[in-house]
Nanobody, 130 residues
Framework: QVQLVESGGGLVQAGGSLRLSCAAS????????MGWFRQAPGKEREFVAA????????YYADSVEGRFTISRDNAKTTVYLQMNSLKPEDTAVYYC???????????????????????WGQGTQVTVSS
């Protein structure tokens, strides 16, 4: 079992920045791929970014490419999402996810963007005002 706890959400003006953190516990963190998804009111959960266990492979949704950066610190068993140049359409609950099979796989972005991850956090709210 893997427990995931997100933090760092909040209210920010358009153009501003936030850094989300996701602390993992319970299993060997370094074997797992880690991902971020988000869900706005009335919309389906959508992929934001993912990172392989080594940190050398990252994947981003087109909507956040160039503005968001995913990273991980395996020693701290924490994954981060640095969000810059935020837009009102980035407003959503952001969820952290973990999956061991995805961590050991070699695949395209489409594989990691599917919401079929094994473990999920409780989410953190990000609100971007215009």
């Amino acid at each position: 079992q893997v427990q995931l706890v997100e933090s760092g959400g909040g209210l920010v003006q358009a153009g501003g920045s936030l850094r989300l953190s996701c602390a993992a516990s319970g299993r060997t963190f370094s074997n797992y791929a880690m991902g971020w998804f988000r869900q706005a009111p009335g919309k389906e959960r959508e992929f934001v970014a993912a990172i392989k266990w080594s940190g050398s492979n990252t994947y981003y949704a087109d909507s956040v490419e160039g503005r968001f950066t995913i990273s991980r610190d395996n020693a701290k068993t924490t994954v981060y999402l640095q969000m810059n140049s935020l837009k009102p359409e980035d407003t959503a609950v952001y969820y952290c996810a973990a999956d061991r099979t995805k961590g050991l796989s070699y695949a395209s972005r489409g594989y990691y963007s599917r919401p079929d991850w094994d473990y999920w956090g409780q989410g953190t709210q990000v609100t971007v005002s215009s």
